[in-house]
């Protein structure tokens, strides 16, 4: 027996999106994070092309059954909320993970990834955290720090 998995690549739409829930509040009476999020139909596409293409392999390879077990796709790993770019009209961080509008805020985590990816996105998360962890400190002296 053989299992497939399919991981379709889950574009950013602005439908998916990260926003303030007004109604959950935190212990300061801060408004918490909604996320909303659907899968599309371009994600679905993808997924039933994969899915067929599993299933036309293992007919190739012999298999005397095959079956799809699962379709459903839901983001495992949602990113790409706070995308990394030279252009603060179209990105919120830069190479480093600082914020084009606030010198001294970083952020290192999935979000600032421009799509998915098909594999768990840690090693690249750790990857990123040490980099700019690196920049950090070999740029101490340099660093602005926001006065508002």
């Known amino acids: 027996m ?21 109604d959950l509040r935190d212990s300061d009476g801060l408004p918490g994070a909604k996320i909303s999020y659907t899968t599309s139909d371009n994600t679905h596409r993808i997924l039933d092309f994969g899915l067929n293409r599993a299933l036309e392999a293992h007919e190739a390879a012999g298999a005397t059954k095959a ?3 699962f379709r459903n796709f839901s983001s495992g790993h949602n990113l790409g909320t706070a995308k990394m770019g030279d252009d ?16 001294n805020l970083y ?19 750790c990857a990123l955290a040490r980099r700019t962890a690196t ?3 070999e740029n101490r002296r340099e660093q602005e720090v926001s006065t508002a």
Not at 107 to 125: E, H, L, Y
């Open 2 to 22: 053989i299992e497939w998995m399919i991981m379709p690549d889950d574009l950013p739409e602005e439908h998916n999106r990260v926003t303030l829930d007004h």
């Open 107 to 125: 952020v290192i985590d999935g979000s600032v990834f421009t799509t998915s990816t098909a594999t768990n996105p840690t090693s690249t998360i």
């Open 88 to 103: 603060p009209a179209t990105s919120v961080v830069n190479r480093w993970g600082r914020t084009h509008d606030v010198p």
């Open 67 to 69: 079956w799809i077990t």
């Open 135 to 137: 920049y950090l400190v």
